[in-house]
């Protein structure tokens, strides 16, 4: 007893036979994609692969009109999927993606949120400015904006001599005391980096709490210095890692301001879509401050305890800040193209 051949199996035969060549050749140029990258084909099977694949998504849009058998579906589905793979999704590996994102992700994330930056550099200043001001005028200010933890011993009752020491380790046991101090800072800073990104969300009030605090308690402390006549020496002792760390700071602050101003100042998108889209460009901006807390921990270990120069400390501290600016402000810029 034979069985019967419907018509369904000869239009599902026949159908086959007309466009299986194309199938096959997208099939062999989807395989040498995936083994080894797009850039595996020259001219021609490029354009193959792009004829064949518009082919294939017109063969697979009849079968289903028709209703051809669900194996020729299954098959035909598959591969425009595998196509559509190689053909748009992204062909860069991990490597060139970290590279774009240093490249050109950041610098651009950067100038695109530079009212934010101005935010973050505007409150620390202002908050230095003030508990500098504070302080000189009336010593006792130094208390309410430093902890006692963060102070270390170097307040308003410490002599020059205490003060100068603490600066260039030239004393007993103070290399282990200014280490103890420099570890706290930094780590007290990491925190408030983490801090000022992650409350930036409840409208940006949080950000511009912590960071005017944290340019106070700077301003505090340089005033102790200051007071004592060693204002150039520890302004030098805090630049060789603090223009990286504090930048590092209010780089975290301009990003909690992005994510704060999506929440006040929509525009004419939803808060939720505003989010979404500068959340893009904070994420890039917390990815930033990691990187330069990391710089400035390399900094303070390698060279704040043994360069003893003031000048050169400027130097290193200064220069590392306009290693980082050039960085910001010209990568990622299209080139221009020249007329001849």
């Known amino acids: 007893m034979t069985n019967a051949i419907l018509p369904q199996d000869l239009r599902s035969v026949r159908f086959r036979r007309e466009r299986e060549p194309g199938w096959k050749r997208l099939e062999g140029l989807v395989a040498r994609v995936e083994q080894g990258g797009i850039a595996s084909l020259g001219f021609d099977d490029a354009r193959d692969l792009t004829a064949t694949y518009r082919q294939t998504i017109n063969s697979l849009s009849v079968a289903?009109?028709?209703?051809?058998?669900?194996?020729?579906?299954?098959?035909?589905?598959?591969?425009?999927?595998?196509?559509?793979?190689?053909?748009?999704?992204?062909?860069?590996?991990?490597?060139?993606?970290?590279?774009?994102l240093f490249i050109r992700g950041i610098p651009q994330a950067v100038r695109r949120s530079a009212p934010a930056f101005l935010i973050g550099f505007g409150l620390m200043v202002v908050g230095a400015l003030l508990g500098y001001t504070l302080v000189m005028r009336d010593p006792s200010w130094f208390y309410t904006f430093v902890p006692g933890e963060l102070a270390g011993g170097r307040d308003p009752s410490s002599s020059h001599d205490v003060l100068r020491a603490s600066l260039y380790d030239d004393a007993g046991g103070t290399h282990n005391s200014l280490a103890s101090f420099a570890t706290y800072l930094f780590s007290h800073n990491t925190q408030i980096a983490i801090m000022v990104f992650s409350l930036g969300v409840f409208w940006a009030l949080p950000t511009v709490l912590l960071t005017f605090y944290n340019g106070t308690v700077l301003g505090a402390f340089f005033a102790v210095f200051a007071q004592k006549g060693l204002g150039y020496d520890v302004f030098a002792w805090l630049s060789i890692h603090g223009v990286t760390e504090i930048s590092a700071i209010c780089v975290a602050a301009a990003g909690g301001a992005q994510l704060g101003l999506a929440i006040l100042l929509p525009g004419d998108l939803t808060r939720k879509d505003a989010l979404r889209l500068r959340g893009r460009d904070a994420t890039k901006l917390l990815i930033l401050a990691g990187v330069m807390l990391f710089a400035a921990a390399i900094l303070e270990g390698f060279f704040r305890q043994t360069v003893q120069s003031p000048t050169l400390r400027l130097v290193i501290g200064w220069g590392m800040g306009l290693v980082w600016l050039t960085w910001l402000t010209c990568a990622g810029r299209p080139h221009r193209e020249t007329g001849v």
Do not use: K
């Open 64 to 100: 289903r009109e028709i209703s051809l058998d669900q194996a020729l579906l299954e098959y035909l589905d598959n591969l425009a999927a595998r196509a559509y793979l190689v053909i748009y999704a992204p062909q860069a590996s991990i490597r060139n993606l970290v590279a774009n």
